[in-house]
């Protein structure tokens, strides 16, 4: 963790927004000035449930040069 931590100043982090905080809008911000790193929305995890596409195209196609951390 400490490799993302910039240190001549606080960490920049885009925290997530529920049914906001995916991969195009990843890409405007990255676009505008990139945080240091995102993080995704919550996987709702049920017994039943599969992973949710859109999350998982935030990670996988993340070309923003920034870590995500999945959560």
């Not at 960490?11 to 990255?30: E, G, S, W, Y």
């Not at 995102?38 to 859109?54: A, G, I, K, M, Q």
């Amino acid at each position: 963790m400490r490799d993302f931590l910039p240190t001549d100043r606080p960490a920049l982090v885009l925290a997530p927004m529920q049914d906001v905080t995916d991969l195009p809008f990843m890409r405007i911000i990255a676009r505008r000035g990139a945080p240091d790193w995102f993080v995704t929305e919550y996987f709702r995890v049920y017994p039943d449930s599969c992973l949710n596409r859109y999350i998982l195209r935030s990670i996988s196609e993340n070309e923003t040069g920034r870590p995500i951390f999945a959560q």
